[in-house]
């Protein structure tokens, strides 16, 4: 048995390596092609560290990871953290040229990539930093110039790297968006990573018996809470290729799924599909995040499993609330009650604290919080307001109210609000009422200029069966909304854009009506 010295604060490698010790041969993680034991998965991981260690990388040094979902991205994220240094995993989706600006922005001295993404780390080479492009590692078939990773890592040892581990030490840079040209890298040390952890395996419900199936990319923070939660209680995570819906159901069913952790329309099209003679009795926890979830799709999961749902809202910098199954009856439309050991505010726009009720902008403070947005002071300073006591607290950005009990609703973003004739209009609220109409698959609301308001509401749609009669949806939905929400148009686009985690890219919709008037 593996003799580990302790120390007296562990941090998440420490925690990994009893579970070594004690759990060694249960189950870590299984894949289609393999299966690892808690041993043989922080002997993978000591293995990628060494490896990097070997090529010169030093303790805090940044490493790009392009890869795909599976082993080889598990086993480089983890030993990244196991050898002190700081991973930052990108969004695949994302254009080169936002890879481009996430490599440079995180000052990364190493990249790996799996070989579908290999070609377009090579196409940017005349741009990349000498010694991140020098230092490629690639899973899979093996590409000339690169190490293959398997091969790499086989050539390592197989003990821990002796790296002195500090709670404010870097753990990872999470990017916010790859889709403009400022990305923000969110950084986590290890203690805020661990902390995060703790507190969202308790509230989650994960236990050392958790089979957590990762359903959406290993680069989203989203992933992260099923899959941490897991790995700090010694459960076993289970790694799927591309969603599939009639694939899920089966895969609860055959390997005994106990916790999902999932975006709204993962569970809108998990649950599109006939489900009926599936078996989910196994279930124990099902989370949503990213973006709102349809109160029709909660209440729908509901009815399906025993363990209902837990929503949850927040940012990847460090604000979660979430609602309870038990709390979730007379209430879908909240987002719950903060994370335990954090606390919020709702702020007017004079930075005032609001009354029960009022909107305003959500703030949050607690141990989960970032330090800061990697190498932005700005960005950062802009993002805190601090209170009469001095206590800094992260502003959201995103429009909300306390009810009397104190449970969260979610208005809108901040930056969506539509301020029309001198009101605010939230488009969400104008949104949840289209997406009641039979003819409207999906909705976006946004504002546009206006000669006589400043702005007015405009409506994009996808239409359900291609075509729908504008001029009547356009009529329905201002019988049912306020006068200052009545929409000045309908427009049908074939698909309303949205990032992976759900999230409706207004920005890019707002872009595209520019410098028109609508009046």
Known sequence: MPKIILPTDPLLPDIFALHGKWRAEKPALITEDETLSWKSFNERTYQVANGLIEMGLEKGDRVIVLMSNGLPMMEALFGIMAGGFVSA?????????????????????AILASAEHASRIEGLESK????????????????????????????????????ELKPDDYLNIIYSSGTTGQPKGIVHTHQGRRDWAYDMALTLRYNSSARFLVTIGLYSNITWVGLLSTMI???????????????????????????????????ERMMDFDHSNYDVSSMQSMMSAGSPLRESVKAALFD????????????????????????????????????????????????????????GEIVSCGRIVMPEYYNKEDATRDSLWVDGQGIHWLRTGDIGYLDEKGFLYIVDRKKDMILSGGQNVYPQDIEAIMILHNDVKDVAVIGVKSKKW??????????????????????????????????????????????????????????????????
């Open 304 to 359: 399906r499993f025993d363990c209902g749902i837990i929503e949850l809202y927040g940012l990847t910098e460090g604000v979660i609330t979430t609602l309870d199954p038990e709390d979730a009856m007379d209430r879908l439309s909240s987002v719950g009650l903060p994370l335990l050991g954090t606390d919020l505010k709702i702020l007017g726009d004079d930075d005032r604290e609001c009354e029960t009720g009022q909107a």
């Open 233 to 267: 209680a010694g459960g076993t995570v289970l790694i799927n290729g591309k969603f599939d819906a009639e694939n899920l159901w089966q895969k609860i069913e055959q390997e005994k799924i106990t916790h999902l952790s999932m975006v709204p329309t993962l569970y």
């Open 128 to 163: 990349l930093p000498k010694i991140a492009f020098n230092n490629r590692i690639c899973s899979g078939a093996g590409l000339s110039g690169w190490k293959e990773f398997e091969i790499w890592r086989d050539a390592q040892l197989k003990t821990r790297p002796e790296v």
């Open 454 to 519: 400043g702005e007015t509401p405009l409506a994009i749609v996808a239409a359900r069966n291609g075509s729908i009669d504008q001029d009547g949806l356009k009529a329905w939905t201002n019988k049912q909304v306020g006068r200052q929400q009545r929409i000045t148009g309908v427009h049908i686009i074939d698909e309303i854009p949205r990032n992976p985690n759900g999230k409706i890219l207004k920005r890019e919709l707002r872009k595209k009506y520019e410098g028109r008037f609508f009046d």
């Open 89 to 109: 995993p990108l969004n695949v989706s994302v254009t080169d040229d936002a890879i481009l600006n996430m490599v440079i922005d995180s000052g990364a001295t």
